[in-house]
């Protein structure tokens, strides 16, 4: 058969124009939910995913090309009017008959899904503010959909953005959403070509010291001589980069030995304020690996401290953090600065 993504997306004009694919996706369309659901069970997947990607596309087909299509069908055919494109409760209905429900869900995810999902995966490019701003004044459900429809942590991104006041309702309406019609499908899409052409317009934004970091942890070899290379270009954004090195959620894929180092340089007091609200990856290697009665003593200052400000809570991370630097640079501690791939 044809390729489905040729298939008219646009009203027939004529029926000399119509493919063999279209033309049985009119015949389907003609005969009813059960005569088709009848041809549908005798075709294979890819046929079968074809076909009835094009019945949901079609729409406003003239008579002369249902005519064109029935009389290649039927020798008997005679007379029969204009047929209006499948809706996803017709589909829904015809294959349920054919393929039982299971079946016929995923195949009408992949009708009603994947053709929005290339599109949506060129908005990942883009800033969370920049998309949040683009929807802000977008309905509700259009601003759940499309959330939906992106991966978690841009959509969790995207939502952060955007207004506080409404994002409980948002976030209840993506959590109910289901089935999402064919209409509000081709609305997304509207409004995802509309935002794609002003993403062309746009700048492209990338955090180059993160970036440069993650390159620079990964490189084989002498870092250190390579560092000093690179700070000769430009002293201050190695210092960026060195810091981006040695963030503070590196110290949850340390070793254990590494980690009773580092803990023997910082004050019980540091840790009180670097771990609050940290990760629990972190806070747990680090806790584990304290011996009992210094573990028993931050629980203690943790509490005695209460509510710290955020900057403090960061400066004393970044503190910790130069002094990590500081004792892998003289050779005491062997940093693994990325996690590496495994086996047993």
């Known amino acids: 058969m044809a390729d489905p993504n040729n298939a008219a997306n646009l009203p027939v004009l004529a029926g000399d124009d119509l493919s063999p694919l279209e033309q049985a996706a009119i015949v389907l369309l003609s005969m009813g939910e059960e005569p088709a659901a009848a041809v549908l069970r005798c075709l294979s997947r890819e046929e079968l995913l074809e076909v009835t990607q094009v019945m949901s596309r079609m729409s406003g087909i003239k008579v002369e090309a249902v005519k064109t299509a029935m009389q290649k069908f039927f020798e008997d055919y005679r007379e029969q009017s204009g047929v209006h494109g499948a809706s ?29 999902r290339p599109k949506m995966a060129r908005l990942q490019w883009a800033s969370a503010k920049w998309l949040a701003d683009y929807i802000a004044n977008e309905h509700v459900r259009m601003q759940a959909v499309f959330l939906a429809f992106l991966p978690p942590v841009l959509a969790g991104s995207i939502m952060e953005a955007l207004p506080a006041e409404g994002r409980d309702l948002l976030l209840v309406t993506v959590a109910r959403l289901n089935e999402i019609d064919r209409e509000l499908l081709v609305e997304l899409d509207e ?12 700048s492209a934004s990338v955090e180059g010291v993160r970036q440069a970091a993650e390159i620079l942890n990964r490189l084989p070899g002498d870092r250190q001589q390579l560092v000093e290379l690179l700070r000769a270009h430009d002293p201050d954004v190695v210092s960026q980069i060195e810091m981006s090195m040695y963030h503070f959620a590196l110290l949850a894929t340390q070793t254990e030995a590494t980690l009773q180092r580092i803990i023997e340089d910082v004050a019980i007091e540091q840790w009180a304020v670097a771990l609050k609200g940290a990760e629990p990856a972190v806070r747990d290697a680090i806790l584990q690996t304290m011996p009992r009665r210094q573990a028993q003593s931050f629980e203690d200052v943790m509490r005695r401290l ?11 991370r970044q503190e910790i953090m130069e002094q990590v630097k500081a004792l892998a640079d003289a050779g005491e501690i062997d940093v693994q600065l990325f996690a590496e791939t495994v086996v047993e």
């Open 88 to 116: 996803r409760s017709y589909l829904k209905r015809s294959l349920d008959l054919a393929l039982g429900g299971d079946i016929a869900n995923n195949v009408l995810n992949n009708i009603y899904g994947d053709a929005i």
């Open 191 to 202: 409004l995802v070509d509309r935002c794609l052409s002003s993403l062309d317009m746009q």
């Open 306 to 316: 209460g509510p710290m400000p955020l900057s403090r809570i960061e400066q004393t």
